[in-house]
Structure formats: C-alpha cells, structure tokens
C-alpha cells in the first residue's frame, strides 16, 4: 500500500495476482508529474494498487482508502448515495481535496465529481498528504487523490458479475483492444444497480471509458473518452436533537418527495500529446466535460415538526482543462519543469424551491407528495464563470544518491463571475446580483529527503516539507441564495516524515508529523449569509506500514492521531454568538486505525480482512454533542481455478450505522454509514 511498495507503473493486473509480492521500485507521478521512485518525494504519498483494489472488491472511495493512514472516505453526502466526503488530516470537507483523474482534475474549477469516479480499469490510486503541488494550481488543501488508468492498449483483460443485498447486481469488464499498426487501445466499461436498507434510496450508474494512443510524428497522441449515466435516489439524512440524533423518526426513513432524484449525464474528452524536443520532453493536455444534472429533494426543518422545504435544480457545469509543461534535464542530477495551465469552469442553475412545502409524520409511515406538485415559492438561478489559470516551475534536484530536493512557486490568476437572482414569490421584488473578482498570487512549496541509510532493499530516508496553498471559495451550488464571492481560504502547512524498508524489503513504512493553519474559512454567519470569518488549525501524526509475509501474503496496519480545532470562530447559536476557538472540528476524530490482511493466489482459496476503528467526535462545533468511536469489519472468502475465480463478499460486517457526514443544505442532519451487505462475486480473465 506504501508508495514506493507497489506493482510497476505500466504493469497488468490478471484476475489472480500477486499483491504481496512487491518491492522498492514503484514509480508515482502526483507529486512531480513526471515519474519519481516514491521513496525519493520528500511527502508523505501511499499507492492502493489495481491488483489490490480487485482482490479486496473496492468499487467506491470508501473502500479503495480504507486502509491508506489518517484517511476516511465514508459514501453518501449531500451529493447522493453515489458520492463520498473524504477526510484528509481531521478536516472533513467535501471541496478540500483534489481528485484528479489520469492528469485531468476531476470536477475543474468546482467540487471534486466524485459521483462520476470509477475504479474498473484502474491500475493504481495515488494518495498525496497536503496541499496540492504547483502543477495543479489552487485546488487542494489538505490532499490530493489521483486514479490512473491502465494506458491505452493494456487491461486488466478479466470481467465480473455480482450479486449483492437489496436486490444489487454489477458488472465490469476491462480489455484490451486489438491495436491498429501503432494504434493502441482499450476499454472499461461497468454497470450497477444499488439497494440499500432504506428501500426507497438506489443507485443506477452506467460508465464507458474509451483509451487510445498512437504515435504521431516523433511523439505520441493520445486521446480519452469516456461517458458516465448516474441515477441517484438519495436518502434523508437524519435531524440532531440535542446531545444525539433523534429516535423519533426510524434510522431509514426517507422524507424526500416521491420523485426525488440526483440524475447527471456527464461526457468528457482529453486530447494529450508528448514528444521530445532539444530542451526536453514537452507534455499538452486539453481535457473538457459537460455534466448535465437535475436534482430534486427535501429537507426536514431542524424543529423535528415534519415540515420539509423542497428543490428542484436543473445545473449544467462545463469543465475545461489545459496544461502544457516541459521537463528539461540540467544534468543527469537535476529536472526543471516549466509550464503553463488553465482550468476553466462555467456553472449554471435554476432552483424551484417549495418552503414549507409539505408535512409528514417522523416515523416514516407515510409517503411525501412528488415535488412537482408542490407550490413554487422561490425560484432562484445562478450564472458562474470561473478561470483559474497560472504558470509554474518546478526543480528537482539530486546532488547525489542521498538528497532530493523539490521546489516549485507558481503565479496564479484567478478570475470568477457570478450572476445570481431569487425570487421570493410572495415577497416582490426580484433580487438579482452580478459580482466579479480577481485575484493574483504566488504559490510555493519546498521539500527535502534524505536517505540516512541503505542496505540492499532496506532503507531509510527522512522528509521534511513546506508548502502554502490557497483555494477560491466552493460554490455548493444549494437552494439558497448566495450572491456574494468570498475571498480565498488560505493554509500554511508544515510536515516531516519517516519512510523506508526493512527485512530485505517485505516491511515498508511511512510516518508523519504535519501542521496546518487555515485562514479565511467560509462559515455561516447570524444572518445566515456565507463569510470569511474563522480559522482552523490542523496537526497530527499518521503511520502505517505493510509486511509481505509471502509472496502472496500481505499484513498491512495504519494510525493516525488528529487535533483539528478551531482558532478563531464566533458562532451564532440561533441566539447568541459563541466563541468556539480550541474546540474540535464536527466529525473529526482525533483516532483512526486500520489493519488488513490479504491472500491472494494465483489458484486456490483466497481472502481479506479489513478492520476500521473510527473513534469519538462531534456532532457541533461547541462539542455538547458527542459520538462515540465505532468499529467497521469487511472480509472477502474466494476460490480461483484456471480462468475463473468466486467471490464472496461482505462490507460493515458490524452492521453500525452511526453519523459520517453532516449535510450543508439540512442545518443539523447528518448522513449515516450504510448498512451491512453482502456479495457474490464471479469472475473470468482471458489473459
């Protein structure tokens, strides 16, 4: 699972590798863009390889990460049961992290597009600690997460039905394609269908990726396609009353109208050429998406009356991405990477909101009216155009075996447009604002390591890194009316590390101590409007380590202790205002640990185990409502012969159901961990 102790980048994943067997030669790419041995980037950086991810069944976000250090990613949130709300650090924000998706960020200029990330086909994820690097601009605080893709005309080469509770089925298949002379491609494509143990919440999603190369000229051309149908009936997240959630209204209810939905189509395209020129190899990518979706739900009052406000949103987001870098050796000890890129995003809504819309009794026993039949109170739009752009240069140098040393500053331009208005149809006028903001700044981030020792594949090296980032305000894009463009959050981080390998390379490690201050948080105001008006403050230590008991045995184990508090924050309490420096951020707890087990041979039985504790935390900002720590097991029991192998599957084994993500759009209602399932997996590989 560490970095550097993975499978080769170009590698092939058949349907019975060997996970364990792996040593000190992995190469990743998040951190430099350009290929680095992981145990030579002075951050902290953890690789979930494609072999793994099919060994343990992980289709979605939560599974893929569950045992990367210091890391939740629980499914569901405001975004529907499709989506996740990672947490990197103790800060459990759905905007803070950057996804990014084979070079391209995943969601532009606006949030990440969880809903629409899928692992068929993957052949590693990159887990990167902190801010993200200078190459990618603006987008990330506190991690970046990277799913690449096995390059055009490689595959997994294997295909898998499922069938799972509540009336699930899957279905996957990754190919190669047989090449053209020097054209090269492959596909992945999957389905899936969802129940959960609410029965009215559902997922259906269809997704086709599309990878081909050639080489043109003296380089080579590449090109993605990829189509994504997602269908989301989501669930109600459930109100806090008081110190805890309310047990008036039972843990599956669902208060949404009888025709909620969370539908998006998105189509995206990426055109990449690289090529070697006299100064080094120079690298383009342009990369667009256009997501249509509509969105149509209801949310419960906070006073537990039944009483529910109802939206119905039809958004149009278009993502445009352009990047263009060149890598210059100076030297056979020192790369220079010197470039250019734009994100460009345009965002638009119209909201028809029902408030007070309809009333139903909290015990879920009856079924909420469709939402078009209810009367529109307020009707709302927004027009955004965003343009993030910058140019940046990155050094890394090796003066000998021993050092690396990166560096990079990058000069950003940000400029955003906004047109909004709302209409409250019983309180005329119209209220319509244009507002526009510019912002220019640098960005700058500077790492050392340092190998203390060496010794065949056993190693040591110490890291140490700098980095200051800042982000543009999220827009949520939620029913209320919110005109205004805020200024930048802004983090200073600080972060020293330990990794290496011992035992002739089967145990590898990583340790991390961090600090991060954030400045200028957008939070809720006694109005009720968004403003820069509190600060945070993150620190903490993470490990985890990984042992290759056999070449088809690995042990992995993680923990990580996190003290994330407010330093500045006066919060209006619905009367008063509340000083809330020094009190722990909601939903963030300060123990997370982790273990796994993993065997997977070529033939015969196989399993895994994983193991999650997640320990206390909050429900509130004034910390009145405390949760209490929980333990989450998912075990996987399969048996490989020739080209097939069965599977049978089990997630949150415990069956717990406690709060894991609070809704920004429901004041005081959170989302609960979904219930126990169970798998049966089949599956065939032709390689």
């Not at 190469?27 to 980037?41: K, L, Q």
């Not at 193991?611 to 909050?618: E, I, T």
């Given at each position: 699972m560490l970095g550097y102790a993975a499978c080769a980048v170009a590698g092939v994943a058949p349907l019975a590798p060997r996970v364990a067997a792996q040593g000190l030669e992995e190469i990743v790419v998040t951190a430099t863009r350009i290929p680095e041995p992981a145990d030579r980037v002075p951050a902290a950086i953890s690789v979930v390889t494609g072999r793994e991810l099919s060994a343990r069944g992980a289709t979605d976000m939560a599974t893929a990460l569950s045992l990367v250090s210091g890391v939740e990613a629980p499914a569901g949130g405001d975004?529907?049961?499709?989506?996740?709300?990672?947490?990197?650090?103790?800060?459990?924000?759905?905007?803070?992290?950057l996804l990014v998706v084979d070079g391209v960020p995943w969601g532009g200029a606006y949030n990440p597009a969880i809903t629409t990330l899928d692992f068929t086909g993957v052949e590693r994820v990159e887990v990167l600690k902190g801010a993200a690097p200078v190459m990618y601009g603006a987008t990330a605080f506190v991690g970046v997460v990277q799913a690449i893709h096995y390059p055009a005309g490689q595959a997994a080469?294997?295909?898998?039905?499922?069938f799972g509770s509540f009336g699930s089925v899957r279905g996957s298949a990754s190919v190669a394609?047989?090449?053209?002379?020097?054209?090269?491609?492959?596909?992945?494509?999957?389905?899936?269908?969802?129940?959960?143990?609410?029965?009215?919440?559902?997922?259906?999603?269809?997704?086709?990726?599309?990878?081909?190369?050639?080489?043109?000229?003296?380089?080579?051309?590449?090109i993605d396609a990829d189509v994504t149908r997602v269908r989301d009936v989501p669930p109600s997240p459930v109100l806090r009353a008081g110190a805890?959630?309310?047990?008036?209204?039972?843990?599956?209810?669902?208060?949404?109208?009888?025709?909620?939905?969370?539908?998006?189509?998105?189509?995206?395209?990426?055109?990449?050429?690289?090529?070697?020129?006299?100064?080094?190899?120079?690298?383009?990518?342009?990369?667009?998406?256009?997501?249509?979706?509509?969105?149509?739900?209801?949310?419960?009052h906070p006073d537990l009356s039944g009483t529910a406000d109802t939206q119905s949103q039809s958004?149009?987001?278009?993502?445009?991405?352009?990047?263009?870098?060149?890598?210059?050796?100076?030297?056979?000890?020192?790369?220079?990477i010197l470039g250019a890129d734009l994100l460009y995003g345009r965002g638009r809504q119209t909201g028809l909101n029902g408030n007070d819309g309809y009333t139903v009794p909290l015990d879920g026993s009856t079924l909420p009216p469709a939402a078009s039949t209810i009367p529109i109170t307020e009707i709302g739009t927004t027009d955004d155009h965003r343009v993030f752009a910058g140019e940046y240069v990155q050094i890394d140098?090796?003066?000998?075996?021993?050092?690396?040393?990166?560096?990079?500053?990058?000069?950003?331009?940000?400029?955003?447009?906004?047109?909004?208005?709302?209409?409250?149809?019983?309180l005329p006028p119209l209220d319509s604002r244009r507002v526009s903001k510019t912002m220019i700044r640098p960005t700058e981030t500077i790492g050392v390591s340092y190998r203390l020792a060496a010794s065949g594949k056993d190693e040591t090296v110490v890291f140490a890194d700098l980095r200051n980032a800042f982000k543009p305000a999220a827009i949520d894009f939620g029913p209320d009316f919110r005109p205004d463009l805020?200024?930048?959050?802004?983090?200073?981080?600080?972060?020293?590390?330990?990794?290496?390998?011992?035992?002739?390379?089967?145990?590898?490690?990583?340790?991390?101590?961090?600090?991060?201050?954030?400045?200028?948080?957008?939070?809720?105001?006694?109005?009720?409007?968004?403003?820069?008006?509190?600060?945070?403050?993150?620190?903490?230590?993470?490990?985890?380590?990984?042992?290759?008991?056999?070449?088809?045995?690995?042990?992995?184990?993680?923990?990580?202790?996190?003290?994330?508090?407010?330093?500045?924050?006066g919060l209006f309490d619905g009367s008063s205002i509340v000083d809330v420096a020094g009190r722990q951020l909601p939903l963030s707890p300060q123990l997370l640990a982790a273990a796994g087990l993993i065997l997977q041979p070529p033939r015969g039985l196989g399993a895994t185990v994983v193991g999650r504790y997640v320990g206390q935390r909050y429900l509130d900002e004034e910390n009145t409502a405390p949760v209490g720590g929980y333990f989450t097991l998912e075990a996987n029991l399969s048996y490989a012969w020739d080209r097939y192998r069965v599977t049978?599957?089990?997630?949150?084994?415990?069956?717990?159901?406690?709060?894991?993500t609070s809704s920004e759009f429901g004041s005081q209602s959170f989302y609960l961990l979904p219930a126990r399932t169970a798998w049966l997996r089949v599956g065939y590989s032709w390689r």
């Amino acid at each position: 699972m560490l970095g550097y102790a993975a499978c080769a980048v170009a590698g092939v994943a058949p349907l019975a590798p060997r996970v364990a067997a792996q040593g000190l030669e992995e190469i990743v790419v998040t951190a430099t863009r350009i290929p680095e041995p992981a145990d030579r980037v002075p951050a902290a950086i953890s690789v979930v390889t494609g072999r793994e991810l099919s060994a343990r069944g992980a289709t979605d976000m939560a599974t893929a990460l569950s045992l990367v250090s210091g890391v939740e990613a629980p499914a569901g949130g405001d975004a529907g049961p499709s989506s996740a709300v990672p947490s990197f650090w103790g800060l459990h924000e759905f905007d803070a992290f950057l996804l990014v998706v084979d070079g391209v960020p995943w969601g532009g200029a606006y949030n990440p597009a969880i809903t629409t990330l899928d692992f068929t086909g993957v052949e590693r994820v990159e887990v990167l600690k902190g801010a993200a690097p200078v190459m990618y601009g603006a987008t990330a605080f506190v991690g970046v997460v990277q799913a690449i893709h096995y390059p055009a005309g490689q595959a997994a080469d294997a295909a898998e039905v499922g069938f799972g509770s509540f009336g699930s089925v899957r279905g996957s298949a990754s190919v190669a394609l047989p090449a053209a002379g020097s054209y090269r491609q492959s596909l992945a494509i999957d389905g899936q269908k969802l129940g959960f143990s609410d029965a009215r919440e559902n997922v259906s999603n269809e997704h086709i990726l599309y990878r081909g190369a050639v080489d043109l000229g003296t380089g080579t051309l590449r090109i993605d396609a990829d189509v994504t149908r997602v269908r989301d009936v989501p669930p109600s997240p459930v109100l806090r009353a008081g110190a805890g959630l309310t047990a008036v209204s039972p843990i599956d209810a669902n208060f949404n109208p009888s025709d909620a939905r969370i539908d998006e189509d998105r189509y995206h395209v990426a055109i990449g050429y690289t090529r070697p020129t006299g100064w080094g190899t120079w690298d383009t990518l342009v990369s667009y998406a256009f997501s249509d979706v509509t969105d149509v739900r209801a949310f419960l009052h906070p006073d537990l009356s039944g009483t529910a406000d109802t939206q119905s949103q039809s958004r149009h987001i278009d993502d445009g991405y352009f990047d263009t870098h060149l890598v210059h050796k100076l030297g056979a000890d020192t790369a220079l990477i010197l470039g250019a890129d734009l994100l460009y995003g345009r965002g638009r809504q119209t909201g028809l909101n029902g408030n007070d819309g309809y009333t139903v009794p909290l015990d879920g026993s009856t079924l909420p009216p469709a939402a078009s039949t209810i009367p529109i109170t307020e009707i709302g739009t927004t027009d955004d155009h965003r343009v993030f752009a910058g140019e940046y240069v990155q050094i890394d140098w090796k003066p000998d075996d021993r050092w690396d040393v990166v560096a990079g500053v990058r000069l950003n331009e940000a400029y955003e447009r906004k047109a909004s208005s709302d209409l409250v149809l019983l309180l005329p006028p119209l209220d319509s604002r244009r507002v526009s903001k510019t912002m220019i700044r640098p960005t700058e981030t500077i790492g050392v390591s340092y190998r203390l020792a060496a010794s065949g594949k056993d190693e040591t090296v110490v890291f140490a890194d700098l980095r200051n980032a800042f982000k543009p305000a999220a827009i949520d894009f939620g029913p209320d009316f919110r005109p205004d463009l805020l200024s930048p959050e802004t983090t200073q981080s600080y972060e020293i590390g330990l990794k290496g390998a011992a035992a002739a390379g089967r145990l590898t490690y990583q340790a991390e101590l961090f600090l991060l201050d954030f400045s200028d948080l957008v939070v809720a105001t006694e109005s009720g409007s968004l403003a820069n008006a509190a600060s945070e403050r993150l620190k903490g230590i993470e490990a985890e380590g990984r042992i290759a008991v056999t070449p088809e045995l690995a042990v992995i184990a993680s923990a990580s202790y996190h003290d994330a508090s407010y330093t500045h924050y006066g919060l209006f309490d619905g009367s008063s205002i509340v000083d809330v420096a020094g009190r722990q951020l909601p939903l963030s707890p300060q123990l997370l640990a982790a273990a796994g087990l993993i065997l997977q041979p070529p033939r015969g039985l196989g399993a895994t185990v994983v193991g999650r504790y997640v320990g206390q935390r909050y429900l509130d900002e004034e910390n009145t409502a405390p949760v209490g720590g929980y333990f989450t097991l998912e075990a996987n029991l399969s048996y490989a012969w020739d080209r097939y192998r069965v599977t049978i599957q089990g997630t949150n084994l415990t069956n717990q159901r406690p709060p894991v993500t609070s809704s920004e759009f429901g004041s005081q209602s959170f989302y609960l961990l979904p219930a126990r399932t169970a798998w049966l997996r089949v599956g065939y590989s032709w390689r």
